[in-house]
């Protein structure tokens, strides 16, 4: 699999500002280019890994491919080997076109199989990697965001709690359904009650000089943009660590925010139609986000 | 969406005995007819049907479009209106090939969407139909399953519990642990530990003349299969019930069976590597596969 060359003019798509590829090969948009029987369409049976691309490189892309590699063999899914190289020539075409930041999001599915849930032997995964132009980065407090506790649960009993595997209906529904009663995202629990995560964000709570986020057990995804976080805090001084965290510990937080490998960091103006009292965003926020847009800029300004 | 007239000779994949529509249009197995921004393949956005056809019809259709409906509800995606003629056209293709049984499976997804788990707006669905030919029926003892129970559970607070969504991974990934413990399939508990369903299949506990199989209520999907049953054992006289049932009382049943569209009824005759007493298949067992195969005779003999 290799990435096509993308040059400005000839590329299909960039007129939206999107590209495509299909294990490895660059195709149009409008280009049917998946079985009908593949295993990722069928049943969710594969994975993706959504990254940002900043000048043309991808922050943390080891994380992202290490979290596909542990996520793989979960499913039982052989990552074919040049993964890596297409992530990396799928961002050299996006600098190449001159855009600024991309959003890259790599599926990988088990492939092609017949009839049935049992995963089939000898058959090749599927890879699909597409570039989106990202708009210019929004200062902090343009990303707030209002959230609500969904109503369904995380599963933090599922063989794939924790595995970014394509099955992600229920998010959909629940970010559905937020967006009917007025807020941008909802904040799932894990069946015991406790904070689990967004629709597609980690969330992270400020108490004093103290940042807390969900630990593994309560079935949240290792976001990457959450692991930087908690480096950060930590180099700065901060008590930050993974922890069981209650509805009203969110609910009455001095700060909270959401993290995400495209949003970064969203601070939380509200949940549940209540304001946080040092709302969108606090001290606290403008300092991570302002040493993570540093940390960004020392591993990807080229 | 009309499906193109099948005749022998001239169909694509007769030779795997595999029909593709897609959109209602006859493609080949190796078309690659799906967008990759297809909301099926990116986030499990969507529903499938399995259906068994006996004799070029498809038993209990209606049953199928309803739950399908239901789940479509949901999602809040559109049904488009000629699904059931395309089902029925598939159905009839099948038969004009002389295949007697087959599989019949509908998936339809919210459609193609830009990037982003938010639902777009004015999208059309997706609608992919496969008829597979089966092979002739099983003797009942032969369809006998020994089952162990999954590690990991169904989660019934799930806004999609019960609902036939495309994300089966977990499914997948529980039936493939089951095989490579020399297991026919796993019974998922749900998150309170009761007994919920196989991975593709409903659950049914014999003791004495009742019958007992999970209620909604432990996140159950609603089989097509599992409400004829509970109609034939209340209309044979068995005490048939939805009912919350322990792992004991599934170790310690006198008989058990599985229930689905094309595996109809299976035996257990094992659970988690103990044979049941009044094994495989047990004499209630028997009685209603053998009422459920004269009301498949009745209701699909042309």
Redesign the interface.
């Known amino acids: 699999m290799t990435a096509a060359p993308a040059a400005p003019g000839r590329v299909p798509n960039e007129a939206a500002r999107l590209l495509?590829w299909?294990d490895g090969r660059l195709?149009d948009?409008?280009?049917?280019?998946?079985?009908?029987?593949?295993?990722?369409?069928?049943?969710?049976?594969?994975l993706?890994e959504t990254m940002r691309a900043y000048h043309g490189t991808v922050f943390r892309l080891d994380a992202h491919l290490r979290r596909l590699a542990a996520g793989a063999a979960?499913?039982?899914i052989p990552v074919p080997a040049d993964v890596p190289h297409m992530v990396a020539a799928a961002a050299g075409a996006v600098r190449d076109l001159g855009w600024a930041d991309a959003?890259l999001?790599l599926?990988m599915?088990r492939g092609v199989g017949?009839?049935g849930?049992?995963?089939p032997v000898g058959v090749d995964p599927t890879a699909?990697l597409?570039a989106?132009a990202l708009p210019p980065r929004e200062p902090l407090p343009a990303r707030s965001v209002r959230v609500c506790t969904?109503?369904?649960?995380?599963?933090e009993?599922?063989?794939?709690a924790g595995v970014k595997?394509?099955?992600?209906?229920?998010?959909?529904?629940?970010?559905?359904?937020a967006?009917t009663a007025g807020d941008d995202d909802a904040i799932f629990l894990d069946?015991a009650g406790h904070v689990c995560e967004a629709?597609?964000s980690n969330v992270f709570v400020v108490a004093g000089a103290t940042l807390r986020t969900p630990p593994r057990e309560c079935g949240v995804l290792p976001g990457i943009t959450r692991a930087v976080v908690l480096e950060l805090a930590g180099a700065m001084g901060l008590a930050a660590r993974e922890d069981v965290i209650a509805p009203h510990d969110l609910a009455g937080a001095d700060e909270a925010f959401l993290t995400s490998s495209i949003r970064e960091l969203a601070p939380i103006a509200g949940v549940d139609g209540a304001q946080l009292p040092n709302g969108a965003p606090g001290p606290v926020t403008r300092r991570i986000a302002q040493a993570f847009a540093e940390l960004v800029e020392r591993e990807c300004r080229p």
């Open positions: 495509i299909i195709v948009a409008s280009d049917a280019g998946i079985s009908p029987l593949d295993r990722g369409f069928t049943l969710a049976d594969g993706f979960i499913l039982g959003a999001r599926t599915t017949p009839r849930l049992a995963p699909v597409t989106s969904a109503t369904a649960r995380r599963n009993f599922a063989a794939t595997t394509l099955a992600y209906v229920e998010s959909v529904v629940a970010l559905a359904h967006h069946t629709t597609s």
